[in-house]
Structure formats: C-alpha cells, structure tokens
C-alpha cells in the first residue's frame, strides 16, 4: 500500500469484525465483499452518497439493518466504511500499481491461489446501483473488462460457461484478469467525464 493509508490495519480489522458479528445479517457483505463493493463505487462513472450505498452493505431488506447499539456505533461503522472507500481512491490516484483488491486466497494442489469471487459479487453489487450508467462499458469496445467480473461474480453464468469457473486455478486466473482490468476501466470512465 502507499506509505500513508487512510485506514489503519486496527480500524481495519475493528470493521472486519463488525462485519463478521451477530449484529450483521447472514446477508451483509464480508470485508472482501465489501472492498470489491467500494472499489466499483471508487472508480465507477458517477458519484454515490454515503446514505444510499451504504444501506447495500447489510444486505437486500430493511430487516437486515443492523441494530446499532448506540448511534456514536452506527457512526463510527459509517465512518470506518467511508474511510475504506477513501483508502481506494487515494491509492488509485496516488500509487495505482499499489493497489491491490482484497482477495482471499486458498490452498489448492500446494499452490497458494486466489479467490476473488465474494470480492467480484461485491464489486457488481456496485455497478447494480449505478446500472444504467455502467451500460456504456458495457456497449463500448472494452465491454470485455467485465467478463471475468461477471464470471466470478454474478449470482447466475450461462451454462456454457461454466467450464471456465470449473476449477480453482481457472479462477486463479480471471482474479489476476479483475486486477489488471481494474486501472483501465477507471480509465475509461475518467474518460467519459473528461469528455
């Protein structure tokens, strides 16, 4: 990372585990979720408010707001959450080739692997509530810098394509793809703006 990170490794792992609490519903996004979540929302073509993605975190209904045990807590969780989206947007405009998407990684066949799929669900999660917008990458000539997005991260792949998430190193492989497509779609739609 960059020598001065917004968030401190404690905060860090202060949010982890409120995001791993019983306090979240089982449908609230894991820290690796919700890093692919802001780095849409980071680098994506429109600025969100805090008020609206934030209530995307715990989850899909009204229920699955959590039940903050004090308003200085619910703060401090918003907090802790705006300074990770700020962390990414500091890193990708200060140091790009520092920034690094907060994958899980697993052991397979004595290979150390990566996993990004919680962290792709998450980042299309992001492009979900700017849809409309997103659409233009999507029509445009680098529309393809989604698929492996979409491969790991959509809750439903055609079956043709099945094979190409059929194996951990496979997917090994489209996370490294996510990595290197993630500077140029922030290209694209810094881009766009610039037009």
Not at 14 to 19: A, I, P, S, V
Not at 71 to 77: C, L, M
Request: glycine share 4%; net charge negative; with cysteine.
């Amino acid at each position: 990372m960059h020598t001065d990170p917004l968030l401190s490794e404690q905060e860090f792992d202060e949010l982890d585990r409120f995001l791993m609490s019983d306090e979240c519903s089982d449908d609230a996004m894991t820290m690796d979720a919700l890093h692919g979540f802001l780095t849409a929302i980071a680098i994506g073509p429109e600025k969100i408010p805090a008020h609206e993605w934030s209530l995307a975190v715990w989850g899909t209904d009204s229920e699955d707001i959590p039940v903050f045990e004090s308003p200085q807590v619910a703060n401090r969780i918003t907090h802790l959450m705006e300074r990770t989206l700020e962390d990414i947007e500091v890193t990708l405009e200060v140091a790009p080739a520092d920034f690094e998407p907060l994958f899980c990684e697993l052991q397979w066949q004595g290979k150390s692997l990566l996993d990004a799929e919680a962290w792709a669900w998450g980042f299309l999660e992001g492009v979900k509530l700017r849809h409309a917008a997103w659409q233009a990458l999507r029509d445009s000539a680098q529309g393809g810098l989604l698929r492996a997005f979409d491969l790991l991260g959509a809750e439903e792949i055609e079956e043709q394509e099945l094979s190409l998430v059929d194996d951990p190193l496979k997917c090994h492989k489209l996370a490294v793809e996510i990595e290197a497509s993630i500077p140029q779609i922030r290209r694209f739609w810094q881009a766009r703006r610039a037009q």
